[in-house]
Protein backbone atom coordinates (compact mmCIF):
# COMPACT_ATOMS: atom_id res chain seq x y z
CA UNK A 1 0.00 0.00 0.00
CA UNK A 2 1.13 3.91 -0.73
CA UNK A 3 -0.70 6.34 0.68
CA UNK A 4 -0.42 10.23 -0.77
CA UNK A 5 -0.79 13.03 1.01
CA UNK A 6 -1.67 16.50 -1.37
CA UNK A 7 -0.85 19.90 -0.53
CA UNK A 8 -1.16 23.63 -2.31
CA UNK A 9 -4.21 24.37 -4.00
CA UNK A 10 -6.84 27.25 -3.23
CA UNK A 11 -8.21 30.47 -4.88
CA UNK A 12 -6.00 32.18 -7.74
CA UNK A 13 -7.13 34.53 -10.39
CA UNK A 14 -7.24 33.97 -14.27
CA UNK A 15 -3.42 33.74 -14.86
CA UNK A 16 -2.25 33.25 -11.73
CA UNK A 17 -0.10 30.16 -10.56
CA UNK A 18 -0.44 27.66 -7.74
CA UNK A 19 1.95 24.79 -7.07
CA UNK A 20 0.51 21.18 -5.95
CA UNK A 21 2.64 18.53 -4.01
CA UNK A 22 1.99 15.20 -3.13
CA UNK A 23 4.01 13.09 -0.55
CA UNK A 24 3.99 9.25 -1.53
CA UNK A 25 4.67 7.02 1.92
CA UNK A 26 4.53 2.82 2.48
CA UNK A 27 5.46 0.84 -0.16
CA UNK A 28 6.89 3.54 -1.85
CA UNK A 29 9.75 1.70 -3.75
CA UNK A 30 7.31 0.12 -6.23
CA UNK A 31 6.41 3.71 -7.35
CA UNK A 32 6.51 3.32 -11.66
CA UNK A 33 5.36 6.25 -11.82
CA UNK A 34 3.04 9.53 -10.33
CA UNK A 35 0.69 11.60 -11.59
CA UNK A 36 -1.93 13.78 -11.22
CA UNK A 37 -5.41 14.19 -12.24
CA UNK A 38 -8.57 16.27 -11.76
CA UNK A 39 -12.53 15.95 -11.63
CA UNK A 40 -14.77 19.19 -12.20
CA UNK A 41 -18.15 18.98 -11.05
CA UNK A 42 -20.22 16.78 -12.87
CA UNK A 43 -17.44 15.62 -15.05
CA UNK A 44 -15.39 12.67 -15.44
CA UNK A 45 -12.08 12.30 -13.75
CA UNK A 46 -9.09 13.35 -16.13
CA UNK A 47 -5.76 13.34 -16.79
CA UNK A 48 -3.50 16.43 -16.50
CA UNK A 49 -0.07 15.17 -15.99
CA UNK A 50 2.33 12.04 -15.32
CA UNK A 51 6.15 11.35 -14.56
CA UNK A 52 7.59 8.20 -14.74
CA UNK A 53 9.90 7.63 -11.14
CA UNK A 54 13.11 6.14 -13.06
CA UNK A 55 13.85 8.56 -15.44
CA UNK A 56 11.88 11.55 -14.89
CA UNK A 57 9.58 10.90 -18.57
CA UNK A 58 6.80 13.23 -18.43
CA UNK A 59 3.47 13.42 -19.96
CA UNK A 60 1.03 16.05 -20.52
CA UNK A 61 -3.11 16.45 -21.60
CA UNK A 62 -2.68 18.62 -24.81
CA UNK A 63 -4.90 21.27 -22.65
CA UNK A 64 -2.17 22.21 -19.81
CA UNK A 65 0.85 21.76 -22.53
CA UNK A 66 2.87 24.71 -21.93
CA UNK A 67 1.07 25.89 -18.89
CA UNK A 68 1.83 22.75 -16.13
CA UNK A 69 5.10 21.38 -15.27
CA UNK A 70 5.52 18.05 -13.54
CA UNK A 71 8.33 17.72 -11.31
CA UNK A 72 9.51 14.56 -8.67
CA UNK A 73 11.82 14.66 -6.05
CA UNK A 74 12.52 10.73 -5.84
CA UNK A 75 14.50 11.09 -2.35
CA UNK A 76 11.51 12.69 -0.48
CA UNK A 77 9.02 10.42 -2.67
CA UNK A 78 7.21 13.79 -3.52
CA UNK A 79 5.41 14.89 -7.08
CA UNK A 80 4.75 18.77 -7.63
CA UNK A 81 2.89 20.56 -10.23
CA UNK A 82 3.46 23.70 -10.89
CA UNK A 83 0.55 25.62 -12.74
CA UNK A 84 0.94 28.80 -14.31
CA UNK A 85 -1.81 30.90 -16.38
CA UNK A 86 -4.38 29.49 -14.84
CA UNK A 87 -7.93 29.90 -16.46
CA UNK A 88 -11.45 28.97 -14.80
CA UNK A 89 -11.57 25.85 -16.89
CA UNK A 90 -8.84 24.45 -14.48
CA UNK A 91 -11.28 24.76 -11.91
CA UNK A 92 -11.57 21.37 -10.23
CA UNK A 93 -10.05 19.15 -7.46
CA UNK A 94 -7.04 17.97 -8.38
CA UNK A 95 -6.08 14.43 -7.12
CA UNK A 96 -2.71 12.75 -7.00
CA UNK A 97 -1.77 8.72 -7.55
CA UNK A 98 0.55 6.22 -8.34
CA UNK A 99 1.42 3.70 -10.41
CA UNK A 100 2.71 0.74 -9.03
CA UNK A 101 3.59 -1.17 -12.50
CA UNK A 102 4.85 -0.95 -15.76
CA UNK A 103 3.24 1.07 -18.40
CA UNK A 104 3.86 2.62 -21.63
CA UNK A 105 2.13 5.96 -21.22
CA UNK A 106 0.70 6.58 -18.02
CA UNK A 107 -2.36 8.60 -18.63
CA UNK A 108 -5.43 6.58 -17.66
CA UNK A 109 -6.78 6.08 -14.66
CA UNK A 110 -6.66 2.24 -14.86
CA UNK A 111 -2.82 2.36 -14.85
CA UNK A 112 -3.18 4.05 -11.09
CA UNK A 113 -3.34 2.51 -8.04
CA UNK A 114 -3.27 4.53 -4.92
CA UNK A 115 -5.31 7.91 -5.27
CA UNK A 116 -4.74 10.75 -2.65
CA UNK A 117 -7.82 12.74 -0.94
CA UNK A 118 -7.69 15.44 -3.70
CA UNK A 119 -7.44 19.35 -3.35
CA UNK A 120 -9.31 21.80 -4.53
CA UNK A 121 -8.32 24.73 -7.18
CA UNK A 122 -10.42 27.40 -8.05
CA UNK A 123 -9.67 29.85 -10.77
CA UNK A 124 -11.81 32.95 -10.69
CA UNK A 125 -12.43 35.12 -13.63
Known amino acids: QVQLVESGGGLVQTGGSLSLSCAASGRTFSTYAMGWFRQAPRKEREFVASIRWSDASTYYADSVKGRFAISRDVTKNTVYLQMNNLNPEDTAVYYC??????????????????WGQGTQVTVSS
Open 97 to 114: AVALRWSLYYKGVESFAS
